[in-house]
């Protein structure tokens, strides 16, 4: 059974709900699994979640659009709201933003139907993750709004292992110092695996399938 961690933010109310063990992901196997299902689902939760996120962009960062990946829809609602609260330290103060998800087709390619084209063409777009660990997510929503003529403005998410993604910065609630001993790796190299260990779960942004 994994073991169940609860970490607070520094100077927030937001909790991280971690379990430690031996997980996959689509990408790499790892020591945690971080679980965002409450911050996603949750009113309160997201809206604290949203509160610590956007203030990395009231004063400087002009956003029109903001394109939720991995489920992250109520949490952007939420970012929405704080960014255009009529604030004096809300640049995009009284400003509309759109908040969006992508279709994916078969191949899993991100794909935008024509209605939605206004709210990425020429638009400022930030892309919300709920983790940005390996970055592919990341890094194809971002090549999805390029390729629809929109500008990415930035990347943010709750729990992130880099810094920048694509050379654009990634802001995040909770990084792996948080964690101490987080350890990720090429499914084709994991230590727990060589070691004869058996993968508790399948995990992803969307939730834990224990094996």
């Known amino acids: 059974m994994a073991e169940e961690l609860i970490i607070r933010a520094e100077n927030s109310e937001?909790?991280?709900h971690v379990k430690k063990g031996h997980f996959a992901t689509m990408h790499s196997h790892t020591n945690y699994f971080?679980?965002?299902?409450?911050?996603?689902?949750?009113?309160?939760?997201?809206?604290?979640?949203?509160?610590?996120?956007?203030?990395?962009?009231?004063?400087?960062?002009?956003?029109d659009s903001i394109l939720c990946i991995d489920g992250m829809e109520v949490v952007g609602t939420c970012i929405a709201d704080e960014l255009t609260q009529?604030?004096?330290?809300?640049i995009n103060a009284k400003h509309p933003i759109y908040v969006l998800s992508p279709e994916y087709i078969s191949n899993g390619q991100m794909?935008?139907?024509?209605?939605?084209?206004?709210?990425?063409?020429g638009k400022n777009v930030l892309v919300l993750?709920?983790?940005?660990?390996?970055?592919?997510?990341?890094?194809?929503?971002?090549?999805?709004?390029?390729?629809y003529g929109g500008n990415v403005v930035?990347?943010?998410?709750?729990?992130?292992?880099?810094?920048?993604?694509?050379?654009?910065?990634?802001?995040?609630?909770?990084?792996?110092?948080d964690l101490g001993d987080y350890q990720s790796f090429k499914p084709n190299r994991c230590p727990f695996c060589s070691e004869g260990k058996k993968i508790e779960a399948l995990v992803n942004s969307y939730g834990y399938s224990a094996l």
Do not use: W
């Not at 996603?40 to 604290?48: I, S, T, Y």
């Not at 794909?111 to 063409?121: G, H, K, S, T």
């Not at 983790?131 to 090549?143: F, R």
């Open 129 to 147: 993750a709920a983790s940005v660990t390996t970055g592919k997510s990341a890094l194809a929503a971002m090549d999805a709004i390029n390729y």
């Open 34 to 63: 971080v679980d965002v299902t409450t911050q996603k689902m949750n009113l309160g939760e997201a809206k604290a979640v949203a509160k610590e996120l956007a203030e990395g962009y009231r004063t400087k960062t002009i956003i």
């Open 14 to 16: 937001v909790l991280l």
């Open 111 to 121: 794909m935008f139907r024509d209605n939605l084209l206004p709210m990425l063409v």
């Open 86 to 90: 009529d604030n004096y330290m809300n």
């Open 154 to 177: 930035g990347v943010a998410a709750i729990f992130a292992t880099v810094g920048e993604c694509d050379n654009h910065p990634v802001t995040s609630i909770f990084d792996p110092n």
